[in-house]
């Protein structure tokens, strides 16, 4: 049996506006999604990720998880 490929980074099961996700962990380098997240709150491109890491994202509940329609730090 062929093994599943790697979705495809798309928009999520979010708003089609957001553009990116502000990540805090309950507790400082939690694992999620491939990354470490720190105890801060951490801005991320939602292109940065599948559809099946963002949909882990919102659901893990030792992180905080906000959607973005635009960067919330300002950067261009």
Do not use: C, N, Y
């Not at 093994?3 to 400082?28: C, F, I, Y």
């Not at 380098?29 to 940065?48: L, Q, Y």
């Amino acid at each position: 049996m062929a093994k599943p490929k790697k979705s495809e980074p798309v928009a999520p099961a979010v708003d089609a506006g957001v553009t990116h996700l502000v990540v805090q962990a309950r507790r400082d380098g939690f694992r999620r999604a491939g990354r470490a997240w720190p105890a801060e709150p951490t801005v991320v491109e939602i292109d940065d990720f599948t559809e099946d890491q963002v949909g882990e994202l919102l659901a893990e509940p030792q992180l905080v998880v906000t959607p973005s329609a635009g960067d919330p730090a300002g950067k261009q």
